[in-house]
């Protein structure tokens, strides 16, 4: 019985860690599009670099339609809690989903949400 218990914790424990490395995954994804989310005529030059400037309702944009438009898996209540940039420089994404265990038992709850956040930042070289 002993055994048992433990094969279903150690199955459990692989699904969550996997099934937050997928949200993850395309959680930095959809922060490399969000950082990809400028104009042209929004690219500065400082001294001998470029720098973009980045718009917090073009990452959103940008992040929602990367989402619509490329395969997401089969995440179940997968969200956008937050597409945005906090310094102009870099898109923060924070992605929710919820997750489900394999085999539901007294010792694995039903399932629960996770959250995963990705920054991503253009850099000219």
């Given amino acids: 019985m002993l055994g048992l218990v433990l094969v279903l914790l150690v199955v459990a424990a692989t699904s969550l860690y996997l099934e937050r490395k997928r949200l ?3 959680a930095d994804g959809a922060a490399l599009v ?3 989310a400028f104009e042209l ?4 030059v400082t001294g001998a670099q470029l720098r973009p400037t980045l718009d917090s ?3 959103r944009a940008a ?3 990367y989402l619509e438009e490329n395969p997401v898996g089969d995440f179940e209540g997968l969200g956008v809690r937050a597409a945005s940039t906090i310094d102009g ?3 923060t994404v924070t992605l929710t989903a919820f997750w489900r265990p394999p085999m539901v038992s007294l010792f694995v709850p039903a399932g629960f949400p996770i959250e995963v ?3 991503a930042r253009s850099v000219f070289r």
């Avoid at 005529?41 to 500065?44: C, R």
Wanted: aromatic share 4%; net charge negative; no cysteine.
């Fill in 117 to 119: 956040t990705a920054v």
């Fill in 63 to 65: 992040v929602d339609g």
């Fill in 41 to 44: 005529d929004a690219v500065s």
């Fill in 57 to 59: 309702a073009a990452v």
């Fill in 24 to 26: 993850f995954t395309l």
């Fill in 34 to 36: 969000g950082a990809e």
């Fill in 89 to 91: 420089k870099s898109a």
